[in-house]
Structures are given as C-alpha cells and as structure tokens.
C-alpha cells in the first residue's frame, strides 16, 4: 500500500499563476485535509473532507479551493498565486485516531 | 483556537528528561502526540482519549487532564533519536462536521 501519496515534491510558481497540488490514499479513510507549514509556524489547517462531496474550510482557506469527488483524492487548488503562500503543504487522511501524513510539496511562488 | 504548547524550544543533554505542556481553550475530547523531524512529515506518537489511561511508547509517555483543558508529553532519558518537532493535535465537532487541528509545535534538540 503507498498510502498518501503528494505530488509534485517541488514547485516554483510566478505571483498570479494557478496550480493544483494533488494528493490521493489508498487507505479508505473518510476524513481528509490539508495542511501548510511555515517556518516557526506549526500545522495550520486550510481545508478539509469528511467524505466524497463534503469539504469545509480550516483556520486558513483564503486563496485556496478544494473538491472532493471520490474517497481517494482531495486535490488542492491555488487560484492566484501570491509570495505568502510559499510554504510545505501537509496532506493527511486520517481514522479518526490517527493522522497519516504525505511527504509535502515544498511550493515557491516568486 | 490552536492550542497553545510550551515550552517553544527545550536544549537536553542526552539522558536527561524533558516534558512539553500543551493547553487548549476548548474542550479537549482526545489528544494526539506527533514528531517531525527536519524536513519530514508528522509522525503519529500516540493517543489518549477523554478518561483513558496514561498512554507509553519507548520512553515516551503523556498524560491527559480533562478539566485543566490540558495534556503532557514526557520523555525519559532522552536520546539523540529524539530530536525533532513536537505537536498535539486534537479534533473538533464543529457545524455538524469535525476538524482536527495542532498546537504551536516544540523544538526539542538533544545534543551528545
């Protein structure tokens, strides 16, 4: 099983470009999310799924659009980059007792 | 609404012991211990529900008090190993749905 899988690893993106980061599981969980992370800024929660069809916004949705069209996938989309969303972008499923990570998408917007 | 954990950083001498606090403003129903090392993704620790027992794993153990909105992470004779970021994490029933959420994070170093 490869259980959460990220991609693209890496990403450079000019101020007002858009871009989807994607993210899928094959671990059957409901319950989705995404999370950035800033230097000295812990996890922060931008949005997230409680199943296929159900998505809600977290502490920091601005600038930010999510679906959820089946179990597996929850892509992520940028709709105007701008410098402030450089960041490494957590996605996670989880049980409801534990948090499974993805490795993140490191993300540059110059 | 992040809930809060101190200390922000900790400096340990291999073998000595540490504890990382962290406090909710919200009712806390289970805490979650995670571990990040540079450059990774979370690691999960362990869980302690809402009156259950104190949680181990190696010499790490927590401690969860329901009224004081507040959990322990306690690690024992610290090892090298042990280095990293230090979140808890807890889940919200919020608006009919529920949203899970981490503290401020620990920069813990153990040095030789």
């Known amino acids: 099983n490869a259980g959460v899988t990220q991609t693209p690893k890496f990403q450079v993106l000019k101020t007002g470009q858009s871009m989807t980061l994607q993210c899928a599981q094959d671990m059957n969980h409901e319950y989705m999310s995404w999370y950035r992370q800033d230097p000295g800024m812990g996890l922060r929660l931008i949005h997230y799924s409680v199943g296929a069809g159900i998505t809600d916004q977290g502490e920091v949705p601005n600038g930010y659009n999510v679906s959820r069209s089946t179990t597996e996938d929850f892509p992520l989309r940028l709709l105007s980059a701008a410098p402030s969303q450089t960041s490494v972008y957590f996605c996670?499923?989880?049980?409801?007792?534990?948090?499974?990570f993805g490795p993140g998408t490191r993300l540059t917007v110059l | 609404q992040q809930p809060v954990q101190s200390p922000q950083a900790v400096i340990l001498r291999e073998g000595e012991d540490a504890v990382i606090n962290c406090s909710s403003s919200k009712a806390l129903y289970s805490v979650h211990w995670y571990r990040q090392k540079h450059g990774e993704a979370p690691v999960f620790l362990m869980i302690l529900l809402k009156g259950g027992e104190q949680k181990g794993h190696e010499k790490i153990s927590a401690s969860f008090n329901e009224k004081k909105q507040q959990s322990s992470l306690y690690l024992t004779a610290s090892q090298l190993s042990y280095s990293g970021t230090y979140f808890c994490g807890t889940g919200f029933s919020t608006s009919g749905t529920y949203k899970y959420i981490f503290g401020t994070g620990t920069r813990l170093k153990v040095l030789a």
């Open positions: 996670a499923t989880s049980d409801y007792n534990e948090q499974f």
